[in-house]
Nanobody, 115 residues
């Protein structure tokens, strides 16, 4: 059974840091591109960051310099280290696995930035 399970969300003050994780199982994690997308309250999905199977990383302009995506192909886990968080980073964060043939989604983890 394919599973993507996000964790690590929570509440943090502006300027704070948080790391969210996505544990993968049931498929060849290392062969998949992985992305993080988020959905703020009342808004659509927003692409945040991606990492290719080869390790290349990509960021939305809104998070560049503040967020770092990484993957551990031994632990089959995707990470998003978020620093200098802003109120507008408040959203449900989802991980997504992509190949030429299929795609899988996690259930999301809530990140709330509030003073």
């Amino acid at each position: 059974e394919v599973q993507l399970v996000e964790s690590g969300g929570g509440m943090v003050q502006p300027g704070g840091s948080l790391r969210v994780s996505c544990a993968a199982s049931g498929f060849a994690f290392s062969a998949y591109g992985m992305i993080w997308v988020r959905q703020a309250p009342g808004k659509g999905l927003e692409w945040v960051s991606g990492i290719g199977a080869g390790g290349g990383t990509y960021y939305a302009d809104s998070v560049k310099g503040r967020f770092t995506i990484s993957r551990d192909n031994v632990k089959n886990t995707l990470y998003l280290q978020m620093s200098n968080l802003r109120l507008e980073d408040t959203a449900v964060y989802y991980c997504n696995a992509i190949s030429d043939y299929d795609t899988f989604w996690g259930q999301g983890t809530q990140v709330t930035v509030s003073s």
